[in-house]
């Protein structure tokens, strides 16, 4: 008897939801993992480690066909991607070199006297130019700092508590009280920042939150795993 389409619809969800391994052609493995979501170019792992993408061009056939791989819609899919990193890009220069016009005709209206000046440039930069702890930013904002400049945003952001808001994009339990959220990132970045993950140690209070609330948190920066930005030891914000 053919089974009913919601029935075929509860079990391939459930199939998504349970732990695996995987191990890929290289030999990474991925022990105990949950798939969190399948895009069409690679699955998005959580595992007791952090959360990686693994693309299926780096798996085995059998994964590959499980997940139903097709690389011409992969192919498609890269190609949109590359298409908003080139409009961020854009974006994102035209931003900065606004930015650098407002601090100069700042700095030109308001001259910082010369002591104060000397401690700017042995500290490595101005007090506009560095940012202020506590402060609140947003989840689009933070990644696109670790996509632009790894090397700039670790220096700057990393290890820091920081207020941050975005949108919900999906809420995952590990089972043991503990919760993680992702935030939604417009696009692809360029560099190797492409996702941002929230992890509670304590989920109470995001059971009222679904994907698509806005959201803030409070968490310290741990900075960049595969292509996942991390916050740690995160809470609701008040």
Same mark, same amino acid.
């Given at each position: 008897?053919?089974?009913?389409?919601?029935?075929?619809?509860?079990?391939?969800?459930?199939?998504?939801?349970?732990?695996?391994?995987?191990?890929?052609?290289?030999?990474?493995?991925?022990?105990?993992?949950?798939?969190?979501?399948?895009?069409?170019?690679?699955?998005?792992?959580?595992?007791?480690?952090?959360?990686?993408?693994?693309?299926?061009?780096?798996?085995?056939?059998?994964?590959?066909?499980?997940?139903?791989?097709?690389?011409?819609?992969?192919?498609?899919?890269?190609?949109?991607?590359?298409?908003?990193?080139?409009?961020?890009?854009?974006?994102?220069?035209?931003?900065?070199?606004?930015?650098?016009?407002?601090?100069?005709?700042?700095? =030109?209206?308001?001259?910082?006297?010369?002591?104060?000046?000397? =401690?700017?440039?042995? =500290?490595?930069?101005?007090?506009?130019?560095?940012?202020?702890?506590?402060?609140?930013?947003?989840?689009?904002?933070?990644?696109?700092?670790?996509?632009?400049?790894?090397?700039?945003?670790?220096?700057?952001?990393?290890?820091?508590?920081?207020?941050?808001?975005?949108?919900?994009?999906?809420?995952?339990?590990?089972?043991?009280?503990?919760?993680?959220?992702?935030?939604?990132?417009?696009?692809?970045?360029?560099?190797?920042?492409?996702?941002?993950?929230?992890?509670?140690?304590?989920?109470?209070?995001?059971?009222?939150?679904?994907?698509?609330?806005?959201?803030?948190?409070?968490?310290?920066?741990?900075?960049?795993?595969?292509?996942?930005?991390?916050?740690?030891?995160?809470?609701?914000?008040?």
């Amino acid at each position: 008897m053919k089974a009913p389409p919601f029935l075929i619809v509860v079990v391939c969800f459930a199939s998504i939801a349970l732990a695996d391994d995987f191990k890929t052609i290289d030999g990474r493995e991925y022990k105990n993992a949950k798939v969190s979501r399948v895009e069409p170019d690679g699955i998005v792992l959580i595992t007791k480690s952090g959360i990686s993408k693994v693309y299926f061009t780096e798996l085995p056939k059998e994964v590959q066909e499980r997940f139903h791989y097709d690389p011409q819609k992969a192919a498609e899919f890269t190609s949109q991607t590359k298409d908003g990193i080139d409009q961020l890009l854009r974006q994102r220069a035209d931003d900065a070199q606004k930015g650098l016009e407002e601090r100069t005709e700042y700095w =030109s209206e308001n001259p910082t006297p010369r002591p104060l000046r000397e =401690s700017f440039a042995t =500290s490595g930069g101005s007090a506009l130019d560095r940012p202020g702890y506590g402060q609140s930013t947003t989840a689009v904002f933070l990644v696109s700092q670790y996509a632009l400049n790894q090397v700039n945003a670790e220096r700057l952001y990393t290890g820091k508590t920081l207020t941050i808001s975005g949108t919900i994009k999906s809420i995952d339990s590990s089972g043991s009280g503990r919760a993680v959220v992702e935030l939604f990132v417009p696009g692809y970045f360029v560099g190797k920042a492409w996702f941002m993950h929230c992890i509670f140690n304590d989920a109470r209070g995001l059971e009222q939150y679904q994907a698509g609330n806005p959201i803030g948190v409070v968490g310290t920066v741990e900075g960049l795993r595969r292509y996942t930005l991390i916050v740690k030891d995160c809470r609701l914000a008040r």
